[in-house]
């Protein structure tokens, strides 16, 4: 059976419509297909249970798993209040799974995964969706083994004040959860991914941080750092906009001889940086700054990453998952990111994506890696 991918995607005042259109555009280009995986992204405005009912009465049985977004991505730009359904059909099975305590311990989610891992004894790629404002996805990233088992995903987004998100599988949906789809038989999954934030020289020493807070650079509140560069007074940094713009303007930390981007996301009242990974005190970090043409560059080359890790194995979708500050940035060129993606691709190949709060991505020989304000491009192509 050959691999074919759809991608459909509807605006409506509700989510159960939204997401019953979407998905009827979906399987309307498969034709006679019959899904074997849908993939979900919806406006965190919507109701959870609203967009998976929609979705699920039309894809009946066929595994669905999926995330929020403040925006969705498809070859068509960006659409906000929107509901984005990919489709996959081919000669491969899908699992889709629900672990709801992810919130709690991203350590006891990870263990699970692989006690699900271990249930088969063929090979695996999964495909995963956290909560971007609740849960350790470092601590996940930490309790999957190191094995040829191929894991890839996001964090999923929404109401930055509010810290509304909320993750879906099959039936099953909410805030604080991970989902999970495990795909076995005639699949590739491949890879790629890059960032467009350089360093500008302004070095700072981390001096306090604490869990997810970052309370202090330099001996004073993160966000009086912050003011000093950017004029505007420490206190307008713990209110709109400033408080989520900030995110814009990550931290390079040095992790080993590498420097890893972390970024706020948001300002809290007190001044510190509300992290979703952990910074240790002691370190160096750099400010970070981003542009459009560094991030469609780094768009590119995340696409041609992934197309030369797919080798001869044609692509049947493409789902591009890209950081929230990516959003921000692009404010006026919105879907530049898809345009360069596409440049690579081509306009053949049915593209999906939305904006998330940080990417997991697999690394050769060593556990999952999570990260902050990448693009990545994953290709489900049909293996030889």
């Known amino acids: 059976m050959t691999m074919i991918g759809s991608v459909g995607f509807a605006q409506a005042l509700d989510g159960r419509e939204a997401g019953l259109q979407a998905a009827h555009q979906a399987l309307n280009a498969l034709g006679a297909n019959s899904p074997a995986l849908g993939i979900v992204i919806a406006s965190h405005q919507y109701q959870a249970r609203e967009v998976s009912s929609g979705v699920a009465s039309l894809f009946g049985d066929s595994p669905l798993i999926g995330f929020s977004s403040p925006a969705g991505l498809t070859d068509k730009g960006q659409h906000a209040h929107s509901v984005v359904v990919a489709a996959l059909s081919g000669d491969f099975q899908a699992e889709a799974q629900w672990y709801p305590g992810y919130a ?18 063929d090979p695996q790629s999964i495909l995963c969706f956290g909560d971007g404002f609740n849960g350790d996805a470092e601590q996940f990233c930490g309790a999957v083994p190191i094995q040829s088992n191929q894991l890839v995903g996001a964090l999923a987004s929404g109401d930055l004040h509010t810290g509304n998100a909320y993750q879906l599988a099959g039936k099953q949906n909410g805030a604080g959860a991970l989902s999970a789809a495990f795909l076995r038989g005639n699949l590739v999954m491949a890879v790629g991914y890059d960032h467009g934030w350089s360093p500008i020289g302004k070095q700072f020493r981390v001096t306090r941080a604490r869990g997810f807070w970052l309370r202090t650079l330099d001996g004073r509140p993160a966000s009086e750092s912050y003011s000093e560069l950017f004029g505007y007074p420490p206190r307008d940094w713990a209110f709109p ?105 081509g306009d053949k190949i049915p593209i999906a994506g939305g904006y998330t ?27 030889n």
């Open 104 to 121: 709690q311990s991203g350590r006891e989610t990870g263990a699970k995964l692989n006690q699900q891992i271990h249930l088969h004894v």
């Open 241 to 345: 906009p400033l408080s989520h713009l900030a995110r814009l303007y990550p931290l390079g930390v040095e992790q080993g001889e590498d420097l890893v981007i972390r970024a706020p996301i948001r300002v809290e009242a007190d001044g510190s940086f509300r992290m979703n990974a952990t910074i240790r005190d002691g370190i160096d970090a750099y400010l970070l700054v981003g542009s459009l043409a560094t991030c469609e560059n780094a768009a590119r080359h995340a696409a041609q990453d992934a197309l030369k890790k797919l080798g001869n194995a044609k692509p049947a979708l493409a789902l591009v998952l890209v950081d929230v500050a990516w959003q921000m940035l692009l404010k006026a060129h919105p879907g530049a990111e898809v345009a360069a993606v596409q440049e690579i691709l």
């Open 357 to 383: 709060l940080g990417q997991i991505v697999p690394e050769e020989k060593a556990r999952p890696k999570f990260l902050n304000q990448h693009i990545v491009v994953i290709l489900f192509g049909e293996a």
